[in-house]
C-alpha cells in the first residue's frame, strides 16, 4: 500500500532511507564512509518531520504488513527528491509504485515535465521507467548524478 507519509512515520522511514543508501547505493559511495556520512547527514527523524510539513514537498511511503519498506518525495516544481526502498524489498516494484504515484500526482497538477537527480545505482532504473539523460553526469561529494527528465504523458 503506498499512502502519505504521516509524522508518526518517522523513525522507520529514516531507517529505509539509512539502510537503502548504505546497503544498496554502494557502488556510489564505494564503501567511503566519508561519502556515506555527507549522504546521511540529513537523514534524520527531524529532517524527516520538516520535510512533511513544508507545503511544498510530497512524501509516501510504501508500506506491507504495517513496517515502511519505501519512501519516496518529491517537490510541487515536478523535482523527485527521494525513492528508496528496503533492502528486502529490492526487486520487488516497490520503487516502481512509488515513482508512479509520485508521477502521476504531478503530472496531474499540469505540469509539463518532471526531473530528478539519479544515482549510478538508480540510473538503469529510471532510464526503464521512461526518464531520459538532460546533460552530463555531475561529480559532487564524491558521488556521480545524472540529471534526468520525464515529459507528462500525451
Not at 15 to 26: A, D, G, P
Not at 61 to 80: K, P
Request: charged share 25%.
Amino acid at each position: 500500500m503506498i499512502r502519505p507519509a504521516r509524522l508518526s512515520d518517522g523513525a522507520q522511514a529514516i531507517s529505509v532511507l539509512r539502510q537503502s543508501i548504505t546497503e544498496l547505493c554502494v557502488d556510489d559511495h564505494r564503501g567511503d564512509p566519508d561519502i556515506l556520512e555527507n549522504w546521511l547527514s540529513n537523514k534524520t527523524v527531524s529532517t524527516f518531520e520538516a520535510w512533511l510539513t513544508n507545503d511544498a514537498i510530497r512524501v509516501r511511503v510504501a508500506e506491507l504488513d504495517g513496517e515502511i519498506i519505501g519512501v519516496a518525495s518529491a517537490n510541487t516544481s515536478g523535482e523527485v527528491l527521494l525513492n528508496y526502498v528496503s533492502p528486502r524489498a529490492r526487486f520487488s516494484g516497490v520503487s516502481s509504485a512509488l515513482l508512479a504515484r509520485l508521477e502521476t500526482e504531478l503530472f496531474d497538477t499540469g505540469l509539463s515535465q518532471l526531473s530528478l537527480w539519479s544515482t549510478q545505482t538508480a540510473h538503469r532504473f529510471y532510464r526503464s521507467k521512461g526518464w531520459v539523460d538532460e546533460g552530463d553526469a555531475v561529480t559532487e561529494d564524491g558521488t556521480v548524478s545524472y540529471p534526468m527528465r520525464k515529459p507528462a504523458p500525451e
